[in-house]
């Protein structure tokens, strides 16, 4: 085989690899609980969420769009670092609402 032809089936197989890993996040994801829903809740898409910038008067060049999935813990306040995660939370929606995916209240004696 050549080397032309493997580095094509490379990036073939690579291809393929990362678009089954897209689909299986898209798949992990969904909005929490049914209440409230509006037509854009089923359109969300967690590989693409919110992509313009939030205050486009105030925009800057270096800004980089930091939405989409996140592991999340939900910790008592003032500890450092969780030892494990709860799960995934969709960003920038709040952990309360149904668009994060978590929809669990965080009280005042936590941090997310």
């Known amino acids: 085989m050549s080397s032309t032809a493997f580095a ?4 073939v197989f690579l291809s393929c690899i990362f678009l ?8 992990q994801w969904k909005p929490a ?5 509006t037509v854009w809740a089923e359109k969300t898409d967690p ?4 992509p313009e910038y939030p205050r486009p008067i105030m925009e ?13 813990a939900v910790t008592p306040a003032g500890k450092r670092q969780p030892e ?8 920038p929606f709040a952990i309360e609402s149904s668009l994060s995916g978590v929809q669990k209240p965080l009280g005042s004696a936590n941090e997310l």
Request: charged share 25%; no cysteine.
């Open 8 to 11: 094509k089936m490379k990036s």
């Open 20 to 27: 089954i890993l897209a689909v299986a996040v898209n798949a």
């Open 33 to 37: 609980g049914d209440r409230i829903k």
């Open 47 to 50: 590989q693409n969420v919110l």
């Open 60 to 72: 800057r060049s270096e800004w980089k769009n930091l939405n989409g999935l996140w592991d999340y």
């Open 84 to 91: 494990s995660f709860d799960g995934q939370i969709l960003v």
